[in-house]
């Protein structure tokens, strides 16, 4: 979510800014979007470590606004090659059983 200054967070839950990854007049929003900071909080989300995933991802009692599909998560999981969080995914959404690239018919 960007705010009317230009700073960047992950959640439209998020009001006091505490998961700011930065500034969109500052850093292209593509930057932002698919930089290591933002990264290293999808992988600990999809391995259930929402205390490791921004500061405000700790106290939140939701922990669904805007859930991706499973499947795309899986997906990002695959393409970014981390194999143990997508494990880690795969234990706990069993219903996942492979990344939508690796289907067969
Ligand atoms: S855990 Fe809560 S605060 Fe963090 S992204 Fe999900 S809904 Fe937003």
């Excluded at 899986?74 to 981390?82: D, I, K, Q, R, W």
């Amino acid at each position: 979510m960007v705010h009317v200054d230009g700073r960047v967070t992950t959640c439209c839950l998020d009001e006091g800014l505490e998961n700011t990854l930065g500034n969109a007049r500052e850093t292209p929003l593509a930057e932002l979007w698919n930089g290591p900071t933002l990264h290293r909080w999808r992988v600990a989300q999809a391995e259930g470590r929402f205390e490791d995933s921004g500061p405000y991802c700790t106290l939140c009692n939701w922990r669904g606004a805007g859930t991706m599909p499973s499947e795309a998560v899986a997906e990002y999981l695959a393409g970014n090659n981390e194999r143990s969080a997508l494990t880690s995914f795969r234990s706990r959404f069993p219903h996942v059983t492979r990344p939508p690239h690796r289907k067969t018919r």
